[in-house]
């Protein structure tokens, strides 16, 4: 079992920055690979980010390359989300959640294979 919380949501101007974090609880960390999630007002969830286990590995959805970048450490069981160059449209509570693959090297961007997620915390992008 792990448990997430994120921080570092909060209100930024568009073009600004903000550095998501997410903690795991357990000594298991290692052994998931990690995403990020974010679901605006009135729309589903989607994928931003995710990495695999090892942390050499990671994926993006189009709409976020060259502008989020997602990193772990597995020392200190946390995995971050880098967001510059914010737009309007990034504006969503964003979720990390923990995915148990046998695979060093996988990253995934499907949900389902997500088994564990934070309680969210909200982005706000003014324009």
């Known amino acids: 079992q792990v448990q997430l919380v994120e921080s570092g949501g909060g209100l930024v101007q568009a073009g600004g920055s903000l550095r998501l974090s997410c903690a795991a609880s357990g000594r298991t960390f290692s052994s998931y690979a990690m995403g990020w999630f974010r679901q605006a007002p009135g729309k589903g969830r989607e994928f931003v980010a995710g990495?695999?286990?090892?942390?050499?590995?990671?994926d993006y959805a189009d709409s976020v390359k060259g502008r989020f970048t997602i990193s772990r450490d597995n020392v200190k069981n946390t995995v971050y989300l880098q967001m510059n160059s914010l737009k309007p449209e990034d504006t969503a509570v964003y979720y990390c959640?923990?995915?148990?693959?046998?695979?060093?090297?996988?990253?995934?961007?499907?949900?389902?294979?997500?088994?564990?997620w934070g309680q969210g915390t909200q982005v706000t992008v003014s324009s």
């Open positions: 959640a923990a995915a148990r693959l046998s695979s060093m090297l996988l990253v995934t961007p499907t949900e389902l294979n997500y088994d564990h």
């Open positions: 990495i695999s286990r090892s942390g050499g590995n990671t």
